[in-house]
């Protein structure tokens, strides 16, 4: 079984500023994908970033990038310049290679707030 | 058009009412989902229909019953609740093809108080 831990419940910004948000996992599959969904006030979750385990490089999304440490089962998501907009509930999650998406193990959630 | 719709957005419920949530998605998914989230908290994940094929989460009690009418609806019937179920009820998809598999894309959610 796999498990994903999130050892920072809240956390907060200043709006302009890049924040940090820490994400580790356990696993003994050699394939997978990991995630990181926003789940923002208006409840609705929207993926972030995906990073495929075989890829050595870093994904990226515009102001969003991750650092991934397959060796130390690290997954850390970077937000730069942060905006108003980015306060929301971050989920760190993980799927095994050819499984459903919707049956990802998530993390507990970090709580981000940007403050103006 | 990648969107999820969930309808109600919100629903009280007595203990005694029966009541169902609806999910709907156009995106040609085959697999679909319904999670219970708690505040705070991760959606834990309820029932799978993949390829028309139910999967249960052994733990969600029987006063929940999904129900999948063809490859785009997800209902979720609700009976006999009790006030812990009261929760954030969110419906997802995924299957795509290509990367679009390795994305679960989620509706708004309904928010369900039982009293």
């Known amino acids: 079984a796999q498990t994903v831990t999130q050892s920072q419940p809240e956390m907060s910004v200043q709006e302009a500023e890049t924040v940090t948000l820490s994400c580790t996992y356990d696993?003994?599959?050699?394939?997978?994908?990991l995630f990181w969904y926003k789940q923002p006030p208006s409840r609705q979750m929207i993926l972030v970033i995906r990073q495929e385990a075989y890829k050595q490089q870093n994904a990226t999304e515009n102001r969003f990038s991750v650092n991934f440490q397959k060796a130390a089962k690290s997954f850390s998501l970077k937000i730069s310049d942060s905006q108003l907009g980015d306060t929301a509930m971050y989920f760190c999650a993980f799927m095994k290679h050819m499984t459903n998406a919707g049956k990802s193990t998530f993390g507990d959630g970090t709580t981000l707030t940007v403050k103006p | 058009d990648t969107e999820v719709t969930q309808t109600p957005k919100h629903l009280v419920m007595g203990m005694t009412n029966k009541k169902s949530l609806k999910c709907e998605q156009h995106?040609?998914?085959?697999?679909m989902y319904w999670y219970k989230q708690k505040a705070k908290k991760p959606p834990e994940l309820m029932f799978v229909?993949?390829?028309?094929?139910?999967?249960i989460n052994e733990s969600v009690p029987s006063r929940f019953s999904p129900e999948c009418p063809n490859s785009s609806l997800l209902n979720l019937h609700l009976h006999a609740l009790q006030p812990e179920d009261s929760a954030l009820y969110l419906c997802?998809?995924?299957?795509?093809?290509?990367?679009?598999?390795?994305?679960?894309?989620f509706g708004q959610g309904t928010r369900l108080t039982v009293v």
């Open positions: 696993t003994s599959e050699n394939n997978y994908y």
């Open positions: 995106m040609g998914h085959r697999a």
């Open positions: 997802a998809s995924s299957g795509g093809g290509g990367l679009m598999n390795t994305e679960a894309f």
């Open positions: 229909y993949s390829y028309e094929k139910l999967s």
